[in-house]
């Protein structure tokens, strides 16, 4: 049986994003072995849902992305 994964980033003040709608504090602070946890969670999902905001948001990214989320999970 599949396993269901929530991988979301929220703020200390519990806001998934500012009221700006900004996300540039996601990636603030961030040490290399959470980046490493998130690449191999998202990179082993068999499928990623997300809202038409972050969708809009990502797909200007990914037709020239590099870097570790950018390569196809399979």
Request: hydrophobic share 45%.
């Amino acid at each position: 049986m599949a396993s269901l994964v929530l991988k979301m980033s929220v703020s200390l003040d519990g806001y998934v994003a500012p009221i700006d709608g900004s996300t540039d504090w996601i990636a603030a602070g961030g040490s290399d072995d959470a980046l490493s946890w998130t690449v191999e969670t998202v990179s082993n999902a068999g499928a990623h849902l997300m809202g038409s905001a972050t969708y809009a948001g990502w797909a200007t990214y990914w037709p020239s992305a590099s870097g570790p989320f950018a390569k196809p999970s399979r």
